[in-house]
């Protein structure tokens, strides 16, 4: 069975496997089977506007951003998968562990969901990636991504790193402003990394699909969603690779 090349990773999952032979350091390689095996989907029930998880076709769902009059800047957000499983432990190892040779997977797997979706793509002008801050050598992953599908699928508009959006300085993840417990937590983290961020070229009149790797509460591509309308963009519509099975409480 051919291996793709990415590192396996410690998923029990797919440590079930007995085609992907250990390497020489005790590594293994994982094979296109491997990571369709431990790929968990979403749900089959879920949100159309945030891909949440849903108990049943009728349930609302309780993402703040999904509510009636909500300030929701984007029109959808979609994801690939579930971050969980196989995915979950490769895009971790792509964003905290440098394993880049990731982007070039993750690349075949979005172009797999674009292809797949049509109804979605057909009114795409501009595929832009959600940046990272500036200076980030190990996990400039947004960027790796985007030029990884770039090339792949050149008839994508996919825009060049920094060509759109530009990030002028660092700004507290979400994941910090809560373990920190930063006044405003999340939503505040995905405030400062939008207003952190520069847009760079004419958007107007544009409809946007912008690329994510990981969709949480939607806090954070919703800022940038917002900043990208208020420059003129028509149309902002969301892509991930995961969505987390978060279920959220409060804004």
Known sequence: MPAIGEPLLTD???????????LRNGARRICESCFRHGFQPLAVHRCPLCSQSLTGPDTPCVNWLCKPGADRAFTAAYACGLYTGS????????KYGGQARWSGRFARLLEEWM???????NGVDLVVGNPSAPGRTTGRHIEDLAAALAALAPHRPVAPADHILTKTRTT???????????????????????DALQVTADVTGLRILLLDDVLSSGNQVNAVARRLL?????????????????KPRTR
Request: glycine residues 6%; contains cysteine.
């Open 115 to 121: 292809t797949a979706h049509p109804e979605v793509m």
């Open 12 to 22: 029990p999952t797919l440590a079930l496997c007995t085609t992907c032979l250990p």
């Open 230 to 246: 208020d420059a003129g963009a028509a149309d902002v519509t969301v892509l991930v690779l995961a969505r987390t099975p978060w």
């Open 87 to 94: 995915l979950g432990a490769a895009i971790s190892a792509w």
């Open 172 to 194: 507290p993840s979400s994941a910090t402003a809560r373990r920190e417990r930063i006044p405003g937590g999340a939503l505040a983290a995905a405030l400062a990394h939008a």
